[in-house]
């Protein structure tokens, strides 16, 4: 069956050194041929596939518009499955559109954002996590995310959930044969068997589920409260560690009237920013409701920066606040505006667990800073790069297959037929499909490529 010639540019729109032209789907290499011209005068097609070819780009009235690079891909050895073509251009937006314009007259389609990916899946060149990874490779924002986002695109994280599937698999195989070929002489079923499949099958799924947390903070990054009284210097930090003025900062207490959230990377660690209001009582509405929305950032938040005044000193309320924090979340507090002189203040406690001076406006201590966060939240870990769950559709269809196998184990305890038990194993096969796309419904394909770029 064929497939429909669809074309985008694969690279960013704007200028740039480089821009990059893709096809794929029938006869791409003839339809990139009818705009390029190879400088030795044969077609793009008779040259070998995959070698790069030096010639001229032709619009659509086949006026020359540029010297460029084209290649093409024999099907099924290309990214897509299908035969593809490229051609690689200056990063000219007018050169790019007039390109698209040529290919479109010659029969191409626009592509949708997605679609080379999608149909790498659909021709079974990807799974739906490698898929998926695609695009945490391209929003990787840092080296640890990339790792992730790598080893999955390379497969690690689908041979884990492929061992749980072949085991399971192989269990109901041997049940079915036994029962469809009695005469045959085949290894007995016995209940044994099937409890060591299950056992191991929710001991993998259970360990699986366990890297959850990790893949989710090292690929979205750590949700991350900032907070302190009013004018203790949150906004500035925030600005600070950014590295441009995010937020608006006054020597006026309840300047920061609501959340504002940015991402940065501390130490390594990729934080999800939220400078929030003051925490004070107020009357004024509008600061109240500000008030209100720092503390619950501060309760959803997975580390909190807790900044105090250093020239005014831990006061009541100051304290309250970081004792507040260090019993929701990982706490560090922050002296602010060490580059002032101290409160002439007594401790009224000894010093807390993750404390630091810091001067958000001079940028002091902000290394040190990223060290303690660093230590609090380690990039390490004993699976390999691309053996992490890092996103909640994959969670949430792990989470499934093991409360399927669960209910398989209490199925076999309680004494009950094979065929029974092993409803609630194919219950945990179906999940397992969906978390690599062999049984996923077409909504959630819909949804995952949503979210790629055009031209990907």
């Known amino acids: ?102 290919l479109f007259a010659q029969g191409a389609r626009q592509a949708l954002p997605g679609e080379f990916t999608r149909r790498a899946f659909l021709n079974g060149k990807l799974d739906l996590t490698q898929a998926e990874a695609v695009m945490d490779l391209i929003d990787a924002e840092t080296p640890a995310g990339a790792r992730v986002a790598a080893g999955q695109l390379s497969g690690e994280l689908s041979r884990r959930v492929e061992e749980v599937y072949e085991g399971l698999v192989d269990v109901m195989a041997h049940f079915h044969a036994v029962l469809d070929y009695p005469d045959e002489e085949l290894d007995p079923f016995t209940m044994k068997t099937v409890g060591k499949a299950l056992t191991g099958a929710e001991e993998g799924l259970r360990a699986l589920l366990a890297t959850y947390d990790r893949g989710r903070r090292l690929t979205k990054g750590i949700p991350c409260a900032i907070v302190g009284l009013p004018n203790a210097g949150k906004s500035s930090l925030l600005n600070a560690l950014v590295g441009y003025e995010r937020a608006i900062v006054t020597e006026i207490p309840g300047t920061t009237r609501d959340t504002v959230e940015e991402r940065c990377v501390l130490g390594g660690v990729l934080l999800r920013l939220i400078d929030t ?9 509008v600061e109240r409701l500000g008030v209100e ?69 001079l ?18 870990g004993g699976e390999a790069g691309g053996e992490l769950l890092t996103n909640a559709r994959q969670a949430e269809a792990a989470g499934r297959a093991l409360e399927a196998v669960r209910r398989a184990q209490a199925s076999l305890e309680a004494g009950v037929t094979p065929d029974a038990l092993l409803t609630d194993a194919e219950e945990a096969l179906s999940a397992l499909g969906e978390l690599t796309g062999k049984t ?13 770029c055009v031209g990907k």
């Open 1 to 102: 069956m064929g497939s429909e010639l669809i074309a985008a540019a694969a690279t960013a729109w704007g200028r740039s050194a480089v821009g990059i032209l893709r096809l794929s789907g029938d006869a791409a290499a003839d339809c990139a041929g009818a705009v390029f011209s190879p400088a030795d005068g044969r077609p793009l097609r008779d040259h070998p596939p995959g070698r790069l070819v030096y010639g001229t780009l032709r619009d659509r009235e086949g006026r020359a518009v540029d010297k460029v690079l084209g290649t093409w891909s024999q099907a099924p050895r290309s990214y897509t499955g299908e035969e593809t073509a490229e051609l690689q251009c200056h990063g000219s937006p007018m050169v790019l559109t007039l390109a698209l314009e040529a």
């Open 277 to 285: 209001a003051g925490l004070r009582e107020t009357e004024d509405r």
């Open 363 to 380: 940028g002091l201590g902000l290394e040190a800073l990223g060290q303690a966060v660093a230590g609090l939240f380690s990039q390490g």
């Open 440 to 452: 996923v419904r077409e909504d959630v394909t819909n949804r995952i490529f949503q979210r790629f």
């Open 293 to 361: 929305r720092s503390r619950r950032a501060m309760e959803q938040a997975e580390l909190i920066l807790v900044v105090v005044d250093r020239s005014t000193g831990l006061t009541g309320e100051a304290l309250a606040l970081a004792q507040e924090a260090i019993s929701l979340a990982p706490t560090l507090v922050l002296y602010n505006k060490c580059d002032l002189p101290p409160a002439d203040i007594p401790r009224p406690l000894p010093a807390f667990p993750g404390e630091l001076e810091i001067s958000a406006k």
